[in-house]
């Protein structure tokens, strides 16, 4: 059986991917999960990304999202071009693209329903400033954490502390999935 035809929007963004020669972008699979958990994010919620890249996992936060309106996303991007590119794509008013480091501003950004960090700022550096900006009740999707497919020994023992923190965190509940590139969800306890 064929994979599912990508929707319009994010089949955009994986073509600009591959025209800028981006290869940092998640996969459909994650991407698919990343809708998911867009779509269940309550009303007036909010959702942030780190590591906005060309806009491919954006494309599945708002595929999710579908028409709806009262969600903000924020996506933090470190290269500045990058950010402009993406920026200047038409996004939908409830979208903001922040340039810098995600692990620098995720402090400072408030709390979210749902946060992606899909690059190393705010995954591997400041973890703990991701997981203190999630809301109770507030969904966490980690991606790449697949060691096999990582040979750099230091990104390799980065991923394994921030596979240990999100294990042993005393307000998460975590799934770890065989999915694609490796995925770790978690939950903020609503008693947190």
Known sequence: MSPPALPAAVQAAYDRADALGFRLSCEPDVGRLLAVLA???????????????????LAWI??????RDDVDVITVELDAERAAVVAGLGWPSSVSVVVGDGAEVVDDLGRFDLIFPDAPGGKVGNLDGTIAALRPGGMLLVDDMDLDRHTDPDLRDGLLLVTDRLRSHPSLTTAELPLASGVIVASRSVRS
Do not use: N
């Open 62 to 67: 708002l595929t999710g999202l579908g028409d």
């Open 39 to 57: 779509a269940a994010v309550p009303a007036g919620g909010r959702i942030l990304e780190l590591g906005t890249g060309v806009g491919v996992g």
